[in-house]
Nanobody, 123 residues
Framework: QVRLVESGGGWVQPGGSLRLSCATS????????AGWFRQAPGKEREFVAA????????LYADSVKGRFTISRDNARRTLYLQLNSLKPEDTAVYYC????????????????WGQGTQVTVSS
């Protein structure tokens, strides 16, 4: 069983930045595509960003393009999401997920999920 643990969430004012991390126990992490999703209260889980297992493919939701950056460190088996120019509508629980040799923007692509980390953007 692969475990994922997110960290780095918190409260930030509009325009601020955060860096989320997702530490995994996947021994073959380099063979997994990875993604970030988020879920706000009363809303469905939505795609944020994804990165291919080789790192050369990146996908972003239109709402975060140009503000968020996904990256990975295969040696550390860790996924990252840099959040810049944060807006109140970015407030949500952020989840990381892994998919074996796959990448995409649908939750059904992913097999393993973390428990989430809360991001709150408000003044």
């Amino acid at each position: 069983q692969v475990r994922l643990v997110e960290s780095g969430g918190g409260w930030v004012q509009p325009g601020g930045s955060l860096r989320l991390s997702c530490a995994t126990s996947a021994l073959s992490f380099r063979d997994y595509g990875a993604g970030w999703f988020r879920q706000a209260p009363g809303k469905e889980r939505e795609f944020v960003a994804a990165i291919g297992w080789s790192g050369d493919t990146q996908l972003y939701a239109d709402s975060v393009k140009g503000r968020f950056t996904i990256s990975r460190d295969n040696a550390r088996r860790t996924l990252y999401l840099q959040l810049n120019s944060l807006k109140p509508e970015d407030t949500a629980v952020y989840y990381c997920a892994l998919a074996w040799r796959a990448t995409g923007n649908r939750p059904s692509v992913y097999t393993y999920w973390g428990q989430g980390t809360q991001v709150t953007v408000s003044s």
